[in-house]
């Protein structure tokens, strides 16, 4: 098992930055790829950026993309996500998420509990 817990939301004006963290404990080396997802209020969850653990390969949807920027810290497990440029539409609880290699890139294997982040106009 992982466990992944979600820090750093919070309420930010648009324009405004935010970092979130994500620290994953337990069997981590079973871990191919970490991504943040985010879901609004009656939207389904979307994807947001991935990365390969081991290569720091990366990926972002085309509405963050240049605007958001994924990343990990092996030493500590912990993956992040800097979002700058906010917007009211990326208003959303986002959830950090981790893939076994079996899994990768079909789906996810474990989720973190989500951070909520509230971007006003």
């Known amino acids: 098992q992982v466990q992944l817990v979600e820090s750093g939301g919070g309420l930010v004006q648009a324009g405004g930055s935010l970092r979130l963290s994500c620290a994953a404990s337990?069997?981590?080396?079973?871990?191919?790829?970490m991504g943040w997802f985010r879901q609004a209020p009656g939207k389904e969850r979307e994807f947001v950026a991935a990365?390969?653990?081991?290569?720091?390969?990366?990926s972002y949807a085309d509405s963050v993309k240049g605007r958001f920027t994924i990343s990990r810290d092996n030493a500590k497990n912990t993956v992040y996500l800097r979002m700058n440029s906010l917007k009211p539409e990326d208003t959303a609880v986002y959830y950090c998420?981790?893939?076994?290699?079996?899994?990768?890139?079909?789906?996810?294997?474990?989720w973190g509990q989500g951070t909520q982040v509230t971007v006003s106009s």
């Open positions: 337990g069997r981590t080396f079973s871990t191919y790829a």
């Open positions: 998420a981790a893939a076994t290699p079996r899994s990768w890139p079909d789906e996810y294997d474990y």
């Open positions: 990365i390969i653990w081991s290569i720091g390969s990366t």
